[in-house]
């Protein structure tokens, strides 16, 4: 998988977020901050949708670096138990059954899937959705 | 310095789009009007603070004012620029060192939404790259949260930007000025769900400037006393839920509701000024979206979580209602120009206690009026008068 930046995403399969754990507080943040305040740790990869919303225009570029062709995606706060809620896309559900509280899973998607070789980003679907 | 700081001469340059004047050239506008307002000339202004986030250095001004080698001080600070420029104005009042002075604001932004870079933001870049760096999705993330925790529906957002632009209609200063069915506005196309179109501000342009004194100035120049009787500005605490954020932090565990800029500024400032929501005939709200006006109605403390639903089907939030909210429509109607947003609401204000509001005047003879501004990366500003 090719990530769109380094740090994001463990090497396993399937891979994890990493996010960042302050050293003195133990709070939880994504992703990992750069400096030696906080320690990466890898999150869970299932959680719930704690909010979302739909992107229905194409955003600005820069700094937006998607495909010239738009199709709105929706973007969601996923809550991660007992870390932190993070931010990605909701993806593989149509805009109308997407329900706070739903159960979702990391299932990391291709910014670009046209792409040569596509940068992935962080992306949640339903439990139990063939991606 | 013995006395409150006054508000004795107000301006504004119209608000929307001007084609043809700079940003720079509406701020000079509106401080000539506050001048003849206040019945002085630039020559008797002591200092002056002014807010433009992306039309240039406000002190460029003193070329087109008069080379009086005033002190001109320049604030950036997000949304709260104009009300961070009033603080400061008062603040230099109130030290007893001068007794009258200028907070101007002016802005002129591109059409289409705000342009934001996440260096900027202390963001990596990736997260610009995958389309993340997008006001408008943390404004509809963050009341379908809302909603959904208070039982909010649609056509209370609905119905906050149907009064803004009914409104607006009033207000000569107001970009949009016809007023918008409430069909209309839920009929139309989706920009970040659950927000249509209508119920989202734009980037606008405008200038306005407040000239203040001290209390016996004010005197002096035989003006009816409009007493600033609160100015606070706040950054945010621990917890809260900004623009911008890749991750927020987990609900609070005891259940109280996330801590806000908002909350703090609006608590300090009903402390310093002695006296309580309840005590306020007439508020100006952050409204760069519909939902905003109803968040922060309960942030400032004007009602609880959830009765906005009540509040706005009864129409509470009315010029002629219990507490009117963004009388001159607010950010909805006028737009937001940064630099002159917070000032415009102040603006309102003086214009709502000496009785001038023509066809949005607040009835019963307001004496105590409220202002709030809030915005990234999580400021808050607020006011309060009293006449």
């Known amino acids: 998988m090719h990530a769109i930046a380094e740090g994001l995403f463990t090497n396993e399969t399937p891979p994890r977020l990493i996010g960042g754990r302050d050293r003195a507080s133990g709070r939880v943040v994504f992703p990992c901050p750069e400096g030696d305040r906080f320690d990466p740790v890898p999150l869970g990869r299932t959680g719930t949708l704690w909010s979302w919303t739909v992107q229905r225009y194409r955003p600005k570029s820069p700094p937006y670096a998607g495909p010239d062709a738009f199709r709105p995606w929706a973007v969601g706060y996923v809550e991660l138990p007992g870390e932190t809620i993070v931010e990605a896309r909701v993806v593989n559900v149509d805009f109308a059954a997407i329900r706070i509280g739903m159960a979702l899973e990391l299932a990391p998607v291709a910014l670009d899937p046209d792409a040569h070789d596509p940068v992935m980003i962080p992306a949640f679907q339903p439990i139990g959705v063939a991606a | 310095m013995s006395g409150d700081v006054c508000i004795?001469?107000?301006?504004?340059?119209?608000?929307?789009?001007?084609?043809?004047?700079?940003?720079?050239?509406?701020?000079?506008?509106?401080?000539?009007?506050?001048?003849?307002?206040?019945?002085?000339?630039?020559q008797q202004i002591q200092f002056a603070y002014g807010s433009s986030d992306a039309a240039g250095n406000p002190d460029t001004m003193v070329e087109r004012l008069g080379l009086?080698?005033?002190?001109?001080?320049?604030?950036?600070?997000?949304?709260?620029?104009?009300?961070?420029?009033?603080?400061?104005a008062q603040m230099a009042i109130k030290s007893g060192e001068y007794d009258i002075g200028l907070a101007v604001?002016?802005?002129?932004?591109?059409?289409?939404?705000f342009d934001a870079k996440p260096a900027e933001y202390g963001l990596p870049e990736w997260y610009g790259d995958v389309g993340?760096?997008?006001?408008?999705?943390?404004?509809?993330?963050?009341?379908?949260?809302?909603?959904?925790?208070?039982?909010?529906?649609?056509?209370?957002?609905?119905?906050?930007?149907?009064?803004?632009?009914?409104?607006?209609?009033?207000?000569p200063h107001a970009w949009r000025r016809e007023p918008v069915s409430l069909e209309t506005i839920m009929d139309a196309p989706l920009v970040s769900d659950p927000y249509t179109?209508?119920?989202?501000?734009?980037?606008?342009?405008g200038g306005v400037a407040l000239i203040l004194a001290s209390e016996k100035k004010a005197?002096?120049?035989?003006?009816?006393?409009?007493?600033?009787?609160?100015?606070t500005m706040r950054t945010r605490p621990p917890g809260s839920f900004e623009v911008f954020a890749p991750s927020i932090d987990l609900d609070p565990a005891d259940g109280r509701p996330r801590g806000?800029?908002?909350?703090?500024?609006?608590?300090?400032?009903?402390?310093?000024?002695?006296?309580?929501?309840?005590?306020?005939?007439?508020?100006?709200?952050q409204d760069t979206e519909a939902g905003a006006e109803l968040m922060h109605m309960a942030e400032n403390g004007f009602c609880a979580d959830g009765a906005q639903e009540q509040w706005l089907a009864e129409g509470r939030t009315e010029v002629g209602g219990a507490l009117p909210v963004n009388t001159d429509g607010g950010c909805l109607a006028c737009g937001e120009p940064i630099g002159a947003s917070g000032l415009r609401q102040v603006y309102e204000n003086v214009v709502q206690l000496r009785g001038d509001g023509g066809g949005r005047q607040v009835p019963g003879n307001p004496k105590t009026a409220y202002t709030h501004v809030y915005g990234a990366p999580g400021v808050s500003a607020v006011t309060i008068l009293e006449r």
């Open chain 2, 8 to 42: 004795v001469g107000v301006g504004i340059h119209r608000f929307g789009r001007t084609d043809g004047v700079s940003g720079l050239e509406q701020g000079v506008f509106a401080v000539n009007q506050a001048l003849g307002d206040a019945g002085i000339d630039w």
């Open chain 2, 68 to 88: 009086t080698g005033v002190q001109f001080i320049n604030v950036r600070n997000g949304c709260a620029a104009g009300g961070s420029a009033l603080f400061s």
């Open chain 2, 105 to 113: 604001g002016f802005d002129k932004h591109p059409r289409g939404a």
């Open chain 2, 132 to 171: 993340q760096m997008v006001t408008t999705q943390f404004f509809g993330a963050k009341i379908t949260r809302y909603m959904h925790e208070h039982g909010i529906t649609p056509t209370t957002l609905g119905r906050v930007a149907e009064k803004a632009y009914r409104n607006g209609a009033h207000a």
């Open chain 2, 197 to 205: 179109k209508f119920m989202f501000c734009s980037p606008a342009e």
């Open chain 2, 219 to 231: 005197r002096e120049l035989g003006k009816p006393l409009i007493r600033l009787k609160a100015a």
């Open chain 2, 260 to 285: 806000t800029a908002t909350r703090i500024a609006s608590a300090d400032a009903f402390r310093m000024a002695g006296i309580g929501p309840k005590d306020i005939a007439v508020a100006q709200l």
